[in-house]
Protein backbone atom coordinates (compact mmCIF):
# COMPACT_ATOMS: atom_id res chain seq x y z
CA UNK A 1 0.00 0.00 0.00
CA UNK A 2 1.07 3.32 -0.25
CA UNK A 3 -0.88 5.21 2.25
CA UNK A 4 -1.98 4.82 5.83
CA UNK A 5 -4.09 6.06 8.13
CA UNK A 6 -3.77 5.49 11.76
CA UNK A 7 -6.76 6.03 14.50
CA UNK A 8 -7.13 5.97 17.89
CA UNK A 9 -10.97 6.12 20.29
CA UNK A 10 -11.77 4.87 23.91
CA UNK A 11 -13.92 2.36 23.96
CA UNK A 12 -17.22 2.38 26.23
CA UNK A 13 -15.70 -0.07 28.55
CA UNK A 14 -12.93 2.30 29.10
CA UNK A 15 -10.76 1.04 26.94
CA UNK A 16 -9.07 2.05 24.26
CA UNK A 17 -9.10 1.11 20.59
CA UNK A 18 -6.18 1.95 18.12
CA UNK A 19 -6.65 1.01 14.12
CA UNK A 20 -3.96 0.76 11.90
CA UNK A 21 -5.01 1.02 8.15
CA UNK A 22 -4.13 0.76 4.68
CA UNK A 23 -4.39 0.71 0.93
CA UNK A 24 -2.27 -2.34 -0.09
CA UNK A 25 -4.09 -5.99 -1.19
CA UNK A 26 -5.16 -6.68 2.46
CA UNK A 27 -5.48 -10.31 3.59
CA UNK A 28 -8.40 -12.71 2.72
CA UNK A 29 -10.62 -13.18 5.84
CA UNK A 30 -10.19 -16.62 5.78
CA UNK A 31 -6.10 -16.20 6.43
CA UNK A 32 -6.44 -13.34 9.00
CA UNK A 33 -5.68 -16.49 11.86
CA UNK A 34 -3.01 -17.56 9.74
CA UNK A 35 -1.29 -13.94 9.69
CA UNK A 36 -0.64 -14.18 13.85
CA UNK A 37 1.18 -17.71 13.53
CA UNK A 38 4.64 -16.98 14.03
CA UNK A 39 6.89 -16.77 10.81
CA UNK A 40 3.86 -16.96 8.72
CA UNK A 41 4.50 -14.96 5.33
CA UNK A 42 1.35 -15.83 3.78
CA UNK A 43 1.55 -16.02 0.09
CA UNK A 44 5.34 -15.07 -1.48
CA UNK A 45 3.80 -12.78 -4.02
CA UNK A 46 3.09 -10.57 -1.02
CA UNK A 47 6.33 -10.32 0.75
CA UNK A 48 8.59 -8.27 -1.51
CA UNK A 49 10.59 -7.44 2.34
CA UNK A 50 12.44 -10.96 1.54
CA UNK A 51 14.78 -9.92 4.96
CA UNK A 52 11.06 -10.29 6.70
CA UNK A 53 10.50 -13.46 8.83
CA UNK A 54 6.80 -13.39 9.87
CA UNK A 55 7.05 -12.69 13.20
CA UNK A 56 5.37 -8.88 13.57
CA UNK A 57 1.84 -9.35 13.75
CA UNK A 58 2.60 -12.26 16.44
CA UNK A 59 4.61 -9.93 18.54
CA UNK A 60 1.69 -7.49 18.45
CA UNK A 61 -0.27 -9.73 19.39
CA UNK A 62 1.25 -10.65 22.62
CA UNK A 63 2.08 -7.81 23.73
CA UNK A 64 -1.20 -6.92 23.38
CA UNK A 65 -2.61 -10.08 25.05
CA UNK A 66 -0.12 -9.29 28.07
CA UNK A 67 -1.35 -6.15 28.39
CA UNK A 68 -4.75 -7.08 28.69
CA UNK A 69 -6.04 -6.95 25.69
CA UNK A 70 -5.87 -8.11 22.27
CA UNK A 71 -5.41 -7.48 18.22
CA UNK A 72 -7.55 -8.40 15.33
CA UNK A 73 -7.76 -7.90 11.69
CA UNK A 74 -10.25 -6.93 9.37
CA UNK A 75 -10.75 -4.98 6.13
CA UNK A 76 -10.25 -1.31 5.79
CA UNK A 77 -12.55 1.22 3.92
CA UNK A 78 -9.15 2.25 2.22
CA UNK A 79 -9.40 -1.25 0.43
CA UNK A 80 -6.20 -3.28 2.59
CA UNK A 81 -6.31 -4.21 5.85
CA UNK A 82 -7.15 -2.67 9.19
CA UNK A 83 -5.44 -4.30 12.05
CA UNK A 84 -7.66 -3.17 15.17
CA UNK A 85 -5.32 -3.07 19.10
CA UNK A 86 -7.40 -2.67 21.60
CA UNK A 87 -6.72 -2.67 25.36
CA UNK A 88 -8.03 -2.42 28.41
CA UNK A 89 -7.94 0.99 30.89
Not at 32 to 50: C, G, I, T, V
Not at 53 to 59: K, T
Amino acid sequence: GEHVRLSARPLPSGGLEIAVEDDGPGIPEDMHEEAFRPFSRLDASRNQNRKGVGLGLAIARDVARGHGGDITLDRSDMGGLKALIRLPA
